[in-house]
């Protein structure tokens, strides 16, 4: 067997030159530093605006509105990054892209980041009654939906943390990552730690309630 008969590997600068005229029109320079402006513009714009508009529209920011508004904000922030970078490539991955079933795996982290969170807040919004036999299967859920998955879908990413490229990456991948995470933090300890009971003053009856999300699980039988 010769070289030729190996598979071909892309670099992480093909594979960064690949996305950026794929995806963002980028071919040169001007278009490199035009683009990374309007992602900048467009962070602060979503920042701003995103809020505003669920305000407008619900009478209320709420949960959704501020997850909605970090998405689009770090969407726009780490496309900014990721083309600043682009012509650096000292900060590149010096390990090939494998291609393989841990690829396919990592690249739906940053899906995983986003609808992760999403679907777990759908699950334990309200839209499903929560009671005394639900509650823990669901903040269950939640809680594999927005902390497990992006840890898990993060994972096969570090293999590429290697070099000069770990001052970059790595940050990115533990910030990223914890944001979904930290929307599961009260979840979590009410899971962990369970209902409290509680007498309620105007009937005098004892009633379960989850501290750290606020809910109530209705009377203690």
């Not at 996305?19 to 920042?47: N, P, S």
């Not at 969170?117 to 823990?136: D, N, Y």
């Not at 599961?184 to 509680?198: F, H, I, R």
Request: hydrophobic content about 50%; proline content about 6%; charged content about 15%.
């Amino acid at each position: 067997m010769n070289d030729h008969d190996l598979p071909r590997r892309d670099t992480s600068q093909k594979v960064a030159d690949q996305v950026a005229k794929t995806y963002f029109g980028v071919t040169d320079e001007f278009d490199r530093r035009h683009v990374i402006h309007k992602c900048l513009l467009g962070a602060v714009e979503a920042a701003v605006l995103t809020p505003f508009l669920f305000l407008l529209r619900f009478g209320r920011v709420g949960p959704l509105g501020w997850g909605t508004t970090v998405f689009f904000v770090v969407y726009l922030l780490l496309t900014a990054i990721g083309l600043y970078f682009r012509p650096y490539t000292k900060y590149h991955s010096p390990v090939p892209l494998r291609g393989d079933w841990l690829d396919r795996v990592g690249a739906f982290w940053l899906v995983g980041c986003v609808f992760g969170p999403f679907f777990g807040w759908v699950v334990t919004s309200g839209a499903f009654p929560i009671t005394q036999s639900s509650w823990q299967w669901m903040y269950g859920l939640r809680v594999l939906l927005a902390a497990a998955m992006p840890i898990m879908l993060a994972l096969p990413l570090t293999r590429y943390v290697r070099g000069q490229s770990a001052w970059v990456a790595m940050p990115l991948l533990i910030v990223v990552t914890l944001l979904p995470v930290s929307s599961a933090m009260n979840v979590s300890m009410d899971l962990w730690e369970g209902p409290l009971v509680l007498q309620v003053q105007s009937t005098g009856q004892p009633e379960l309630i989850l501290k750290h999300t606020g809910r109530s699980l209705g009377v203690d039988h």
